[in-house]
């Protein structure tokens, strides 16, 4: 491990991402190249704050792997940073890179989602270090974080290999302490090394580095023995207990006195380390989230456990409580009681508090037409994934970013195609709908298919300027850089246009007027069309117009303008008994979605002024 | 030396009502009186009127970031119906402080269901050992209605074994300059109001 200051002001209190940028910056990385992704975001942009790191969002995971591996071949230690799906999108170079190996250390940090918090799935991203051959490390908190990533460095240039640095939610979204260190100057870049053999994966070279790579695993788990990624703790003798990453903080708790085999360097594995380690304990537990990843991996060590996955579970988060009871399920001694005492009564039939659009966000509008047309409507990978949701529940499918525009174009491939001279049939039509920084990321390809496969969706675009769901991040249609450079601004008109969409149309998506026509306007084209609903995330620029209000006397109660499924209306019942809506003026915006769906001229603004709505 | 067991909060309420600030200051605060911390939230949609919890713990040594259920000393709710949907992670003789508040859920705005009509029934029945502060008013009282999380804190300060010097030391740093009198302001009138608390305390919007 890297020498530790040991001075009290030397200590932060850092959350598990900051604290991977600190050991980045510490291990003098030179180059981190990232897209945006909870809850891997705040790696970047937390070491966009230090000096003497380039810093950058790339399009997608797998342009940021690519970038990452070319800093690493040139000789700089570069930081590549995902969530756990990003590295789906990046497997192709991750594997690739697995091969070449590197000249300066290269780290992969893939921050996974058990329990799901904000992700469409919840792989076990440990899987993939065995699958590619590369060394995996599990920090157990923001101490270790930052320890780890420092020593990561030296571990792939020591086996010439990336490192998987593999986070959850619980270890980069928690706080905790941190001892900080220096910045270790790595020697400057300047010429470009020729190595053909180990660089350029043709055939020929990658026979030659497949049996290196399979014997660097060997040599890595001579390694795993001695690394100090791994310690035995002895407690109690008569459980021990195998675990990594958050797992083991739970674990502590759950069984204060046992003796624990803490697992930072997670494959390959110590087989002689844990062989030792069974042979101290009467009974041998493995505790991990997800899959049966260490546990699979020790019994075909030949190593016998007590109890492993079938103590436990392969869905969601692990928590003390649940390891605890788990435990004394499995009839572990020494389970803290407080942990096993029966919880007191939920409050029963409490209404739910998803997340929802913003008031004034200006992708309201779209859904409420999209609703009123009964449309079918397949969907991506953003805040307007919640227009599946109540009221609008006007999106019927998703899967991972970019799918919106090629799965429409899949569907309607393989539909009876309409007689001659019938009109369009809307709610068996799809419309794909994305974002601008998800079409960035894989939208493109997408609608090229589109065009060149002779297809006729209709694809949206709803295009807020920003990566809104990750909480605002720069993209290639935002004109500024990580950085804060200024930047080009990619034309999507112009590049819809260019790859041979000849319908693209801009609109308001505030007009819902506007919306509906042109959306059944487009639809009904028996060719590819675009339409791109412009307008700046509200909570990002933060906007504000003038409010609106609702006049007590004109509002019947009809609910009507509940279906904007706006946060700033509030139903209530007036004096007299009577149904009103009103609307809270701390949360409107002005965006006058609202009072376009009032049958009654309720809903108007009492200064009209510049800006949205009616 | 005595060992300090690990203390551990529980804080809910709505995104954009600074949680997840008040989680900072209040992390800050125990470090800087020597204490092992770990604290956890989960954020990502936080900022789209969702469901916001931050676990903050704090001992002579704290392994997991977070609170077990049913294992919380002090409940922090800065929405009333966030409350009492967390009121049983408390541990017998718990503490639960709550912000009069009510902010609707989406469900609620959309006309598809109901805010409960007697939230404050509710929570006393759920948990007796309550206290309610009208944090927004405090905050407003203070100068901007912004400050309701750090009234709150106010509010909690007596339930935490930390010196005033070191909560005022860290809430100076931890908000912008400009706000640094008006936050501590609310500060002291949300410790007031747990020293002597309203007459009346009902939750409004």
Redesign the interface.
Known sequence: MTSKVETKEA?E?LSGNEAIARGAWEAGVKLAAAYPG??S?EILESLAEYEDVYCEWSPNEKVAMEVGIGASMAGGRALVCMKHVGLNVAADPFFSSAYVGLEAGMVVVSADDPGM??SQDEQDNRNYAKFARVPLLEPS?SGEAKEFMVAAYDLSERFDTPVLFRTT??TS?????VKVGERVETAPVTQLKRNWTKYLMMPANAMVRHPIIEQRVRDLAVYAESSPFNRVEMGDPRVGIITSG?I???C??AVPGASFLKLGMTHPLPAKLIAGFRSRVEKLYVVEELDPFLEEAIRLLGIKLDGGKELNTLLGEL???YVAQSLAKAGVPGVNP??L???????AD?????????PGCSHRGIYVVLKKMKAFVSGDIG?YT?GA???YNAVHCSTCMGASLSMAHGMTKVMEPLAEGAPVDIRNKPIGIIGDSTFFHSGITSLMDVVYNRGNTLNIIVDNSTTA???GQENPGTGKTLLGEPSETVDIPALCRAIGIKRVTTIDPYNLDEVERVLREELAANEPSVVIAGAPCV?QFKIRHPVYQIDSELCTGC?RC??A???????YEDAAGDRKVEI?P?QCTGCGVCSQLCRENAITRPEPAEGRGS | MIARPTMNVLLTGVGGQGVVLASFVLSRVAMSEGYDVKQSEVHGMAQRGGSVTSHFRFGDKVWSPLVPQGMADLLMAFEALEALRYANWLKPGGLLVYNALRINPSPVSAGLASYPADIDALIKAAWPNTQCVNANALAAQAGTVKAANVAMLGAISRALPFAAETWEAVLRKAVPPKTVDVNLDAFRLGAASAAAPAATCSTTS
Do not use: W
């Open positions: 200590v209190i909870t809850p975001t918090h904000s908190d939610t619980r979204h928690s706080q905790s302490l958050a083991y903080g739970y502590r708790e928590n003390a409580r407080e942990l005492t029966d919880l007191g009564p939920v409050a409490l209404p739910g508090r998803p997340p929802t659009f913003c805040c919640m949701l109540p009221p769901m990750t909480g909570l609910k509940l279906q499924g706006c946060g700033a209306l509030n139903l809270m701390d």
